[in-house]
């Protein structure tokens, strides 16, 4: 026990000591042992480098689960080295509450297999999302994490050693200072001392004992010096390896991105088949919904089709007077369209919209152009003209003037 308290107490003045050094160098009143520039730029970069880990990790983490109460649950469950339970996605929940409400209104209406194919599509999303959470996770989210919680946290403690052994350093070099600075003043006062009245002893020699002094903090100077250098080299090396630790995340990186790449192309690929779907059977919707109540047969077809989600498709007309074949046939031929003799407005473009295939039109913000429409056509196109250039441009792009 009397060990522990005397080490206790030569803890705490090292501790004392070594404080009051630091807010000496601070203000000014210290000399500092200043380390070479390519050190101090590996200990910039290191710090740059812990700075914006912990920011993108964040920000990741947020991207990937937006809910903050579920990010706490899932660190606490990581904390404690237990198993995160698996939670549904809100695209597999919005797919039970489709299918459910597909089973209330009935199966075999036209919402109800309209509801069920949504479902399971937006089902198929869930799944999509939840892979790709889990593969971000352990390719990306995990090497920054292990980073933080390892090798920073060994750079860090290496660093703070470091720290502590340069101020043993400085407070060697400022002892060997003083004790020279003494010994040259010794050297200028008598070698005796008066001990009792009338009485001069001979004392030992003042000189001799500040040379004594001057030695052993040479010594220990010698022996801080070493540490300190030895330090110092464990610290370079970690630091240089930053480097490596990029070379790991950039890794990392480009398998996030195949990740989030995969993700959505099969988002997209899932909407397109589903958008399919809901054109081909769009006629069978409307037809059932026309047999199944006799106050929808007598609706206008206009009102049952607008029911129908949008097919970037023409529909096929029966041939009209004054309409090319060509858009009755569902394809349209700019050169073969023929302005009304009334009807035609000037519009002003809102957005820049790249032409999807020859029959459209491309436009460009801030341009006028002339829009008409011909008889059954999308009520979301016009048939635009700029010059001698016409085609199919869409209406939500476009600002009509009286």
Known sequence: MEFNVKKLASDAGVFFSRAMQFTEEKLGQAEKTELDAHFENLLARADCTKNWTEKILRQTEVLLQPNPSARVEEFLYEKLDRKVPSRVTNGELLAQYMTEAANDFGPGTPYGKTLIKVGETQRRLGAAEREFIRSASINFLTPLRNFLEGDWRTISK?????????????????????????????????????????NYVLSASASA?????????????????????????????????????????????????????????????????LQKQLGRFSGT????????????ATSPPTVAAATLPAVPTIPVVPTIVGVPNTMAEGVLNPNEVKPPASGTRRARVL??????????????????????????????WLIGERGNQKGKVPVTYLELLS
Not at 166 to 183: P, Q, T
Not at 354 to 369: H, N, P
């Open 209 to 273: 004992l500040w040379n004594d002094e001057v030695e052993k903090a040479e010594h220990e100077l010698r022996l801080t010096q070493t540490e300190f250098d030895r330090q110092a080299e464990v610290t370079r090396l970690l630091l240089e390896g930053i480097s490596s630790t990029h070379v790991n995340h950039l890794r990392c990186l480009h398998e996030f991105v195949e990740s989030q790449t995969n993700y959505y192309a099969q988002c997209y690929q899932f909407m397109l088949d």
């Open 285 to 296: 919707f409307v037809g059932n919904a026309d047999s199944a109540s006799p106050a929808a």
């Open 158 to 198: 290496e660093r703070r050693i470091l720290q502590n052994r340069r101020l043993d350093l400085d407070a060697c070099k400022a002892r060997l200072k003083k004790a020279k600075a003494a010994e040259a003043k010794a050297a200028a006062v008598p070698d005796f001392q008066e001990t009792r009245p009338r």
């Open 351 to 380: 957005y820049d919209y790249e032409a999807a295939d020859s029959t459209e039109l491309a436009l460009l913000a801030d341009e006028m152009i002339t829009v008409y429409s011909l008889p059954g056509m999308d009520p979301d």
